[in-house]
Antibody
Framework: EVQLLESGGGLVEPGGSLRLSCAAS????????MSWVRQAPGKGLEWVST????????YYADSVKGRFTISRDNSKNTLFLQMNSLRAEDTAVYYC?????????????WGQGTLVTVSS | DIVMTQSPDSLAVSLGERATINCKSS????????????LGWYQQKPGQPPKLLIY???SRESGVPDRFSGSGSGTDFTLTISSLQAEDVAVYYC?????????FGGGTRVEIK
């Protein structure tokens, strides 16, 4: 059974940093591209970043480029999101998601999400 | 960036009736090399993560009831629930995966009339 378990969320002041983790199990983690998608309270879904399985390519939304860094540790089946220079508009539930077929960024499994609140 | 526009924002349908949700992309998401539309549909219930219903615009994900179907090509797509059930109350999103940035529609809330 595929499982994705996010952690690391919490309350942080504007300008602060957080590191999110997503522990994966139930599939060959190293074979799949992995992504972060966020959802502000009461709002829709916004793609944040993707780390490809092959080649190590990374992609970012313009809204987080230069502030967030995605990474992965295939030996530990874990995806990360380092978030720096956080802003109030980064407040959201952050989901990690697995693509349904390597290289195609449509997501067949999602974690339960971790809430990030940026506020003073 | 490809903008995804969903309509309506919300709809109320009687149990057993048909629900139709539209999604329009600002440019084609049909990849000519493989003739596939890079379009997915998700269902999200309160307090839960999204669930994939449809990929390649019309392929139903494993375990999804056959009352859910997707259609369309190029820039215009539709998600149809043929006979609405109480458990289908949710917000539905379309998403293009043709190019980054990946983008979602604004969502359509489906309720029981």
């Amino acid at each position: 059974e595929v499982q994705l378990l996010e952690s690391g969320g919490g309350l942080v002041e504007p300008g602060g940093s957080l590191r999110l983790s997503c522990a994966a199990s139930g599939f060959t983690f190293s074979s799949y591209d992995m992504s972060w998608v966020r959802q502000a309270p009461g709002k829709g879904l916004e793609w944040v970043s993707t780390f490809s399985a092959s080649g190590g390519s990374t992609y970012y939304a313009d809204s987080v480029k230069g502030r967030f860094t995605i990474s992965r540790d295939n030996s530990k089946n874990t995806l990360f999101l380092q978030m720096n220079s956080l802003r109030a508009e980064d407040t959201a539930v952050y989901y990690c998601a697995k693509d349904f077929s390597s290289g195609y960024y449509c997501f067949d499994f999602w974690g339960q999400g971790t809430l990030v609140t940026v506020s003073s | 960036d490809i903008v995804m526009t969903q309509s309506p924002d919300s709809l109320a349908v009687s149990l057993g009736e048909r629900a139709t949700i539209n999604c329009k992309s600002s440019q084609s998401v049909l990849y000519s090399t493989n003739n596939k539309n890079y379009l997915g549909w998700y269902q999200q219930k309160p307090g839960q993560p999204p669930k994939l219903l449809i990929y390649w615009a019309s392929s139903r994900e494993s375990g999804v009831p056959d009352r859910f179907s997707g259609s369309g090509s190029g820039t215009d797509f539709t998600l149809t629930i043929s006979s609405l059930q109480a458990e289908d109350v949710a917000v539905y999103y379309c998403q293009q995966y043709y190019s980054t940035p990946l983008t979602f529609g604004g969502g359509t809330r489906v309720e029981i009339k």
